[in-house]
C-alpha cells in the first residue's frame, strides 16, 4: 500500500500556527493530508488556515475546550477524522523539516510492517534558532529497547516525532491519555512498538520548538503527581506483560527487561519526589495538607522532611 500520511495539528496557539502548516505543504513526498483541530481557542485560527489555499488542508473546530489536562482528547479527536494509512500528531509550533515523509517511505520500504516509525528530531527556540540535537538512535529497536534508553535519558523525544500505522493505533486504544499528556508520547509510542518494534530514521527530519508555553509546563504538581503515579501503573503492567512472554536469559530482551523491573521503583521515585518539591514549593499556605499527601504518594517520612528542606532552599 502507498503510504498516505495524515498529518494532524491539534491546534491552540496562533503565533506558529503559519509555519507549522507551511512545513507540511513543503514536504517532498506529497501524498499526504493536513488536519488541524482547533480546540476552541481564543484566538482566531481560523484566519490563518484561509490564507492558504489547498485541498488537502481540512479545519474542524472544537464546540468545547479540550483543555492543558485534557489535551490528549484533542490528539484523538484528530485521529478520529484521519483517512491516511499513517498518522504523525505534531504540535503547533512545530515544523516537519522538508524530506521528512520522504525519509519515513525509505524506511517503510526498509522495515515494512511497524506500528511506528520515529523521526531524528532537532530542536529550536521560540526564534527558530537551532538549539540542539536529539540523540542519535539505532535504525531499528525493539519496544523494550526503546524503554530502557528514554528512563535512562538517552531518548529526548516528543509526540510530532513519531509516526504510527493508524489502523493499529485505533486498535490499541488511541492516543494513550493521561493528564497534561503526561508520558503520552512515551507510552504511546512504546505500545506501538510492542507489536514489532520501532525504525528511527538517520536523517533530521522534524523540529521540535522549545518553549515555556508547551503542556507539560502547565498545570498544577498535584496534577503531575497524580500523571506520575498513572504513569508508574502503566508500566508496571508492560514489565509483567513482557516478563510473561519468556525471553531466553542470554537475550538482551531479558537483560533490557531486567534492567526495567529493577529500576521502576528507584526511576519513578525520583520523579515523584522532584515534582514533591515543586508543590512544596508552590503550596506555603496548604503546607501540612502537602506533607500528610507525601504519605499517600509512598514517600517515607524522611523523603517528606528530605523534600521539605529543599523546598525551603
Known sequence: MVPFFSIAIPAYKKAYLYEAVESCLAQSYNNLEIIIVDDASPEDLATVVTR????RIRYYRNKKNCGAVNVVDNWNICLSYAKGNYIICMGDDDRLLPNCLEEYVKLMDKYPGLGVYHAWTE???????FRTLQQPRPEYETALSLAWNRWNGRNRQYIGDFCFNTQLLRETGGFY????????????AIRAAIYKGI???????????ANDRTITNTGSSQMKIEAILQERKWFEDFIKEQQDKGFPVDS??????????????????MKLKNEFVLGLKS?????????????????????ILTCLLKSIK
Open 283 to 303: 503550596n506555603r499556605l496548604h503546607l501540612l495538607k502537602w506533607i500528610c499527601n507525601g504519605r499517600l504518594y509512598g514517600l517515607s517520612k524522611k523523603e
Open 52 to 55: 492558504f489555499s489547498d485541498h
Open 199 to 209: 525504525a528511527n530514521t538517520q536523517t533530521l527530519c522534524f523540529q521540535y520548538r
Open 177 to 188: 491519555k493521561n493528564p497534561l499528556a503526561w508520558a503520552s508520547d512515551d507510552i504511546t
Open 252 to 269: 538482551l530482551e531479558h537483560k533490557y527487561l531486567e534492567c526495567l523491573k529493577n529500576e521502576l521503583p528507584k526511576h519513578f521515585k
Open 123 to 129: 530542536l529550536i527556540d521560540v526564534q527558530s534558532a
